[in-house]
């Protein structure tokens, strides 16, 4: 078993910054790789950045390449995604997961166990 712990989401003005954790216990040595996901309402849950425990690969959605960055503090278990020139269209919930693959897909089916979730929320 996996616990995964979001934290970092907020109110933030169009070009503004933030910062997401993402705290995992448990069997953190069985984790492959780790994966941001995000969700609008009334929105399917669609893939963001993903990072290999191994390689340190990093992977992005489109929409973010060049203002998302992931990365990982293996000695605190935990991934982060930093966030900038955030625009409205990325207000959503954000998840972290943990992929059931060494090299972590888009597919929110390859990943397992999952966070609670953190509000992110961009004014214009």
Known sequence: QVQLVESGGGLVQA???LRLSCAASGRTSSIYAMGWFRQAPGEEREFVAAISNWSYSTYYADSVKGRFTVSRDNAKNTVYLQMNSLKPEDTAVYYCATSVH??????????DYWGQGTQVTVSS
């Open 102 to 111: 060494m090299v972590p897909g888009i597919d929110p089916r390859g990943y």
């Open 15 to 17: 070009g503004g910054s």
